[in-house]
């Protein structure tokens, strides 16, 4: 009895936190979509849609698979959507004007090639238990690479970012917050320090690293929004 309570209560808390944070993102997404009918498509503004979406995506994932108790779907279509995530990051880096070197092509082949090995539906992902207000995977097999791929594209989009803003210091054109690349380094920081924070300081298990990263990169979607009004 005691174990079934506490199996509801997990599922009543990420209902409440993940669907949250699921309407804040989808709500940010419809909104993108309204400011992109009435102030034109370009590539700046379809990637920044194109991210909200999956973000959004990912966290209906977790309720899915918690709530929903529909965890094969779950999975599948979390990790689908948060694969797209690294390479539409450096597209939206190209539409900035900031050289990316043609690497959002393969991390693009690279998110597809991942897309049809979670889309298999076999064990390569592992549902470990819903704990709290997250998720615990473990990725096996071929997945065990993921990692590899997803991280490893965030790394160039850094030193992207980086780089320009280098190049904007060293011809003195002085930086300015509004700057893309410093919005966009911003927009990474706000993500990618916290989740670090818990894993290395307080010893947060890998396998919420997924789950735990996702959620903090819904202030990656407040500074996508900012860059949005600004591309007007």
């Known amino acids: 009895m005691a174990q079934r309570d506490q199996l509801m209560n997990i599922k009543k808390r990420v209902l409440v936190f993940s669907g949250s944070v699921f309407l804040l993102e989808f709500s940010f997404f419809s909104y993108s979509l309204y400011w992109n009918s009435k102030w034109g498509w370009n590539e700046l503004r379809a990637s920044i849609s194109l991210l909200l979406f999956f973000l959004a995506s990912y966290q209906f994932s977790e309720v899915l698979i918690c709530s929903l108790d529909k965890k094969q779907f779950g999975k599948i279509y979390g990790h689908v959507s948060i694969t797209f995530l690294p390479p539409l990051g450096l597209w939206l880096i190209r539409s900035t004007n900031t050289s990316t070197y043609g690497l959002e092509y393969i991390t693009t082949v690279l998110a597809f090639v991942f897309v049809l090995i979670f889309a298999r539906g076999d064990d390569t992902v592992q549902i470990i238990a819903c704990e709290r207000c997250f998720v615990r995977y473990r990725y096996d097999g071929s997945a065990t690479h993921y990692g590899k791929y997803y991280f490893g594209t965030i790394a160039i989009a850094l030193t992207l970012l980086l780089a320009d803003l280098v190049e904007i210091l060293a011809n003195d054109f002085g930086l ?54 600004q591309s007007a």
Do not use: E
């Open 176 to 229: 300015r917050f509004n700057d893309p690349s410093v919005l966009l380094l911003t927009g990474y920081l706000v993500f990618l320090i916290p989740t670090a924070i818990s894993l290395y300081v307080f010893k947060m298990d890998g396998s919420l690293v997924s789950s735990t990263m996702c959620k903090w990169a819904s202030l990656f979607a407040l500074i996508l929004i900012v860059l949005l009004i």
